[in-house]
C-alpha cells in the first residue's frame, strides 16, 4: 500500500504573539489617616502601610508621561486620608483602587491597606487587600 505524502511548502513562522503588562508598585507607602470605627480612634490620626500594584498597558514607555507615575499613587493615598475620618480600611482600599483605575491604562489594581496599631502588640498589622479589575 502506497502512502501519499505531501509536498513541501517552505515553513513561516507566525509573528510572534506578545502581550505586555507593566506592573507599577509602591510598597509600604506609610500614610497618617483618621481611620476606624471605635471611639478612641476618632479625631487622631494612625498610620497605614500601604501596597499598590497596578498592570498597566505600558508598552516600551520611554518618557513618564507614557505610563503611570507612581508618585501619583502616592499623592492620591495621602489626599483620601485627608478628605477626613474613614471608619474601614476596606473604604480607604476602595478609594485608592478607583483613583487608580481613573488612568485608562490601568487594568487591574491591587491595594492593600494595614494598621500597624490595630492589634499591638499581639500582632505586626491587620488589614486589608483588594483588587479591581476594569470592566
Do not use: W
Not at 502581550?19 to 481611620?35: M, S
Not at 489626599?79 to 480600611?89: D, K, N, P, S
Not at 483605575?101 to 489594581?109: K, M
Not at 492593600?112 to 499591638?120: D, I, N
Amino acid at each position: 500500500m502506497a502512502v501519499a505524502t505531501l509536498p513541501e511548502e517552505p515553513f513561516e513562522p507566525a509573528p510572534a504573539a506578545r502581550v505586555i503588562v507593566t506592573k507599577v508598585f509602591v510598597r509600604g507607602l506609610r500614610v497618617e489617616a483618621e481611620v476606624g470605627v471605635y471611639i478612641h480612634e476618632r479625631g487622631k490620626t494612625q498610620p497605614l502601610v500601604i501596597d499598590v500594584e497596578l498592570d498597566v498597558s505600558a508598552v516600551h514607555a520611554e518618557r513618564l508621561a507614557q505610563t503611570v507615575n507612581y508618585e501619583r499613587i502616592a499623592n492620591d493615598a495621602r489626599a483620601i486620608a485627608a478628605e477626613g475620618h474613614i471608619e474601614l480600611v476596606e473604604m480607604f482600599a476602595e478609594r485608592l483602587a478607583d483613583r487608580c483605575l481613573v488612568d485608562p491604562r490601568v487594568t487591574r489594581a491591587r491595594v492593600r491597606v494595614e494598621k500597624p496599631m490595630a492589634l499591638a502588640p499581639d500582632a505586626q498589622a491587620a488589614g486589608v487587600e483588594i483588587t479591581a479589575v476594569r470592566a
